[in-house]
């Protein structure tokens, strides 16, 4: 071999170790620094490929662990353990496309936060973290969300959870000096540090006490006594008692937000009742309002009924003029009876027909009698209800008002005579009247 | 103190399984000894 090619490998190898040492000390990244560069000193270099497949894996990135062991695979297609690493992860479908979905998680929630919607990124990041936890990108983005928002304590479990994992990574370390500035740990750290190391030397006149056993005398043992029961009672009064009342008030409030709850439901349950009783009470009123007037008003459906019972009665009995009077007094538009509507229809046939002319006879006779002029205007009027456009009729209405001396009466029903019927004979009639 | 649009910034997608194939295909594999060969190649034409 190429004495060059064998000095390539042997920088290689060298990396290699490195690398296997640092992912040893979980410095993953600058393991995956120094197997990177293994590679590019030698591609065929499998132990160092497969490892590195190991750390993508490790920190949640399972594609990048794919693309780097399916290569291995293929460089190097016996022996290998990545093979046994692929089936690993294919034989858990579950697994794989878990970290598939987290790892499009963290996609779009990388999106979201470059785009200004840092809380949806938060919210993704924390439900895909709870799978994950080893995500360490995604830690690290919601370490410096959180840190955006100022959270500092939530930013740093996150990066504590990176630093578990990959326990020098660079980024983390960052973060985390930040975030322990903001919450005051950096601080305290500092002053254990100089504690730790720092000593004074010995003065000349320093003097060192040395512990010394002294017997407690009978008293002294009582008044010990005594102050350790203050203390305690100062305990229990100061520390326990508290605890116990808060305890028990909240397990009060508790029991009386319970009781509230049920006496809102109780009062709603009673207004509903209350509703529906109103209800049930108006739809009374209304069916009894309704009943009545069904049963005595004379508009009402049960006195039609009636009314065309003694119409046809009328009829039976070859008894025209009733029937035509009767008829003229029924509303048949409350009749909505689909099984009458043919005998409706019949009946309006036959007093368009004929019944305006008995009416129109009938108010003649009225008129020959003495005192009958009210009688005669009402059949009149009874036979205009069943053909209006009787000018013969109306003409007569005319005269018997201006009999009466109602001249403005008259003259209007002279005036629709002359206006709607001109070249009836009655026209030149009821002009003469009106005094044209 | 952080610049967060920096920061930000230097978050990069993850490669997602669908993605591998093509991530696979353009993976670059030359090492250094690929160059060196290469480079003498070049220096005997």
């Known amino acids: ?436 | 103190m952080l610049n967060f649009e920096e920061e930000l910034n230097r978050f990069k997608p993850s490669l997602e399984v669908g993605d591998v194939e093509e991530a696979i295909r353009k993976e670059d594999l030359t090492d250094m000894t690929d160059l060196m060969m290469i480079l003498l190649k070049e220096k005997k034409e």
């Open chain 1, 1 to 436: 071999m190429d004495i060059r090619i064998t000095k390539n490998h042997q920088i290689a190898n060298s990396y290699y170790n490195l690398g296997l040492e640092k992912a040893k000390r979980r410095d993953l990244t600058g393991a995956a620094e120094a197997l990177k560069r293994a590679l590019r000193f030698n591609k065929f270099h499998t132990d160092a490929r497969n490892l590195l497949g190991l750390i993508y894996d490790e920190v949640g990135e399972a594609g990048a662990a794919m693309v780097q062991w399916v290569l291995s695979l293929n460089l190097q297609e016996q022996d290998n353990v990545a093979a046994e690493y692929l089936r690993e992860v294919q034989g858990r479908r579950s697994y794989l496309e878990a970290a598939d979905q987290a790892t499009k998680k963290f996609n779009q929630a990388l999106i979201y936060a470059q785009n200004d919607n840092e809380d949806l990124a938060v919210l993704l990041l924390m439900r895909m973290l709870s799978e994950f936890p080893n995500y360490i990108k995604a830690q690290l983005l919601l370490a410096l969300l959180y840190m955006l928002h100022e959270d500092f304590t939530k930013a740093g479990r996150c990066l504590y959870q990176v630093l578990k994992v990959d326990m020098f990574n660079p980024l983390a370390q960052r973060y985390m000096a930040i975030v322990k500035e903001n919450t005051g740990r950096a601080e305290i750290e500092k002053r254990k540090i100089k504690n730790a190391f720092s000593h004074r030397q010995m003065q000349d006149d320093d003097i060192i006490i040395p512990p010394s056993y002294r017997e407690n005398t009978g008293w002294q043992s009582v008044l010990n006594i005594l102050v350790g029961l203050a203390m305690g009672v100062a305990v229990i009064f100061f520390l326990v008692m508290p605890t116990n009342r808060e305890a028990l008030n909240v397990e009060h409030n508790q029991e009386l937000q319970l009781y509230m709850e049920q006496l809102n439901q109780r009062s709603i349950t009673i207004d509903d009742l209350n509703r529906r009783m109103t209800e049930a009470e108006q739809a009374k009123q209304t069916a009894e309002q309704n009943l009545e007037n069904l049963l005595n008003d004379n508009g009402g459906v049960l006195k039609q009924y009636q009314t065309l019972i003694q119409i046809l009665d009328a009829y039976r009995q070859k008894d025209l003029r009733t029937a035509a009077f009767l008829y003229t007094q029924m509303d048949v538009s409350v009749l909505n009876d689909e099984t009458i509507q043919d005998t409706l229809t019949w009946l309006a046939h036959e007093m368009t027909a004929d019944g305006w002319q008995v009416l129109q006879q009938m108010g003649d006779e009225a008129l020959a009698r003495q005192g009958g002029t009210a009688s005669a205007i009402d059949y009149y009027q009874r036979s205009l209800q069943l053909k209006s456009d009787n000018p013969q009729v109306i003409y007569q209405i005319g005269l018997i008002y201006m009999s009466l001396e109602d001249t403005d009466t008259a003259n209007q029903y002279f005036g629709d005579v002359i206006m709607n019927y001109p070249n009836s004979e009655y026209a030149a009639a009821a002009q003469n009247q009106r005094g044209y």
